[in-house]
Antibody, heavy 117, light 106 residues
Framework: EVQLVESGGGLVQPGRSLRLSCTTS????????MSWVRQAPGKGLEWVGF??????????EYAASVNGRFTISRDDSKSIAYLQMNSLKTEDTGVYYC????????WGQGTLVTVSS | SFELTQPPSVSVSPGQTARITCSGD??????AYWYQQKPGQAPVLLIY???KRPSHIPERFSGSSSGTVVTLTVSGVRAEDEADYYC?????????FGGGTKLTVL
C-alpha cells in the first residue's frame, strides 16, 4: 500500500524557517517525481513545487509565489522528500500536502503550517 | 503557465447526474486529474489521465475529455457526494489547479 506521511508543521514567526518532511512507503520512491501542494484556510489548492526523479536529473520547479524562498529536495535512500521553507510570510499559512506525481497520484494527509507573530 | 476554469458551484438533487466542467486551452494537449475534498480532509483522487479511475473509486464517478474541456460526471448523486471538486493538469514545468467547484446536493 502506497503511503505518504507529512511531518514538521507547526507555528512559526514571520521571517523564520521551517522544514517539512514527507516519509513514504509502498513504492519505489526513486522512480517518481514528488510534489508539494498547499491550501490556505478556506481557499483552493495551490501547487508549491516538485522535484523530478534522478532519472530526469532530480531537478526542481517552483511556483512563482515561493521561488527563491522554498527548496524541495529528496533522499532516495530514505524514501523521503523535503520542503525547506525560508523567509516565511503570513500568507504561507495553510495545510501542506506531499504528493506522488507520476502514474496514479497519491497524497498524504497534510501538515498544518501557521505563520504568525 | 496556463489556467484552468471551473464553475464555482453546481447543484443537483439526489439520484440525478452532476457534471462539473474544467476548461483551458492546455487541456487539448495535457491530461486532466480530478479530486474530491470534503471539509477537514485531504483531497481524494477520483480520475487521472482524463478517464482512468482508481480501483477504490465507485463507477458512478467518470471523466471525459473533448478538446479544451474536461468533464467530471457523477451519476446517481448521493448526499455524501457533497464536497469541493478540483481539476488539475500539468506540463513539464508546472502544475495547475482549477479554482474548485462546490457540489451541493439539494
Amino acid at each position: 500500500e502506497v503511503q505518504l506521511v507529512e511531518s514538521g508543521g507547526g507555528l512559526v514567526q514571520p521571517g523564520r524557517s521551517l522544514r517539512l518532511s514527507c516519509t513514504t512507503s509502498g513504492f519505489t520512491f526513486g522512480d517518481y517525481a514528488m510534489s508539494w501542494v498547499r491550501q490556505a484556510p478556506g481557499k483552493g489548492l495551490e501547487w508549491v513545487g516538485f522535484v523530478r526523479s534522478k532519472n530526469y536529473g532530480g531537478t526542481t520547479e517552483y511556483a512563482a509565489s515561493v521561488n527563491g524562498r522554498f527548496t524541495i529536495s529528496r533522499d532516495d535512500s530514505k524514501s523521503i522528500a523535503y520542503l525547506q521553507m525560508n523567509s516565511l510570510k503570513t500568507e504561507d499559512t495553510g495545510v501542506y500536502y506531499c504528493t506522488r506525481v507520476t502514474g496514479e497520484p497519491h497524497w498524504g494527509q497534510g501538515t498544518l503550517v501557521t505563520v504568525s507573530s | 503557465s496556463f489556467e484552468l476554469t471551473q464553475p464555482p458551484s453546481v447543484s443537483v438533487s439526489p439520484g440525478q447526474t452532476a457534471r462539473i466542467t474544467c476548461s483551458g486551452d492546455a487541456l487539448a494537449d495535457l491530461y486532466a486529474y480530478w479530486y474530491q475534498q470534503k471539509p477537514g480532509q485531504a483531497p481524494v483522487l477520483l480520475i487521472y489521465k482524463d478517464i482512468k479511475r482508481p480501483s477504490h473509486i465507485p463507477e458512478r464517478f467518470s471523466g471525459s475529455s473533448s478538446g479544451t474541456v474536461v468533464t467530471l460526471t457523477v451519476s446517481g448523486v448521493r448526499a455524501e457526494d457533497e464536497a469541493d471538486y478540483y481539476c488539475q493538469s500539468s506540463d513539464n514545468n508546472t502544475v495547475v489547479f482549477g479554482g474548485g467547484t462546490k457540489l451541493t446536493v439539494l
